[in-house]
Nanobody, 118 residues
Framework: QVQLVESGGGLVQPGGSLRLSCTAS????????TRWYRQAPGKERELVAL????????NYADSVKGRFTISRDNVKNTFYLQMNSLKPEDTAVYYC???????????WGQGTQVTVSS
């Protein structure tokens, strides 16, 4: 059974930090590129960060560059989003995604709420 299980969301004050985790099972994790998306109320889902299969490529949305870091551990079948200097506009439901163009498949986590508020 394929699963992506997210954890680490919550409420944090502006300027604070959170680390999201996404643990994969049921497929060959290191053959998939991984991404984090987010969706704020009333807005479309947007790509936040991506990391390729073996860490050779990362990319970030302009709005999070310099504040967020994506990483992965292929031994633990887990990838992460370290979020620093959080702003109220980072408030959203964050979703993890693993996708393979070779297998033409894409898997999603259940989403985790991140709220940045004082």
């Amino acid at each position: 059974q394929v699963q992506l299980v997210e954890s680490g969301g919550g409420l944090v004050q502006p300027g604070g930090s959170l680390r999201l985790s996404c643990t994969a099972s049921g497929f060959t994790f290191d053959t998939y590129a991984t991404r984090w998306y987010r969706q704020a109320p009333g807005k479309e889902r947007e790509l936040v960060a991506l990391i390729s299969r073996f860490d050779e490529t990362t990319n970030y949305a302009d709005s999070v560059k310099g504040r967020f870091t994506i990483s992965r551990d292929n031994v633990k079948n887990t990838f992460y989003l370290q979020m620093n200097s959080l702003k109220p506009e980072d408030t959203a439901v964050y979703y993890c995604n693993a996708a393979s163009t070779f297998y033409r498949t894409s898997y999603w986590g259940q989403g985790t709420q991140v709220t940045v508020s004082s």
